[in-house]
């Protein structure tokens, strides 16, 4: 008799490591990066792995608002009947809110003399910048340090920018100097 042999190969199966998208407000701690596992075959569970993936992100507590990388790798993660697959996800920093538009004093108004004008802003940290002539501010606009002489008829613009928030509202005062 003859005995033939057969050489089967037993391919693993995929295990994918899909890192969690995540949030946090502006100032606070980066929050714990988390996962889950999709692949799992004939009824097996995560109990079949050792070790962990390893996960981090660009972001750190003090990183503006904005989207960051989260990057997930093999880590000390292992399996005898599995190979891995990764996916990355974001992190999220949100701003504390907008920040409050400016305001002006004297209000805009019709007056008979010349008016020296203040522009103020209650956001902490904001910055304060401003146009003349009904121009749109942005942040290379003119930046307030000190009061402005308004001595014609003018329409000033300002918005308040601070750190962890978004951009305030433009503001707008009109003064008619008659």
Known sequence: TVTKMVEIEVKKATITVIASDAS?????PIPRLTYT??????????????GKPSE???????????????????GTLAAANYRF???????????????????????????????TVTIADKTPGAVIYYTFHGAIPTTAS?????????????????????????ES??????YTIN
């Open 24 to 28: 946090v407000a502006d100032g606070k």
């Open 37 to 50: 596992l999709k692949g799992f075959v004939n009824g097996e569970n995560r109990n079949r792995l050792s």
């Open 56 to 74: 981090s992100t660009t972001a750190k507590e003090g990183s503006l608002p904005g989207v960051y990388p989260i990057t997930i790798k093999l």
């Open 85 to 115: 697959a990764f996916e990355d996800a974001k992190l999220t920093i949100m701003p504390l809110g907008t920040a409050l538009a400016p305001t002006f004093t004297p209000e805009a108004g019709t007056y008979s003399a010349a008016q």
């Open 142 to 166: 003119f930046k307030y340090a000190k009061p402005i002489t308004v001595s014609g008829t003018e329409t000033i613009k300002a918005i308040a920018v601070a750190p962890g928030y978004t």
């Open 169 to 174: 509202p433009v503001s707008k005062a009109k």
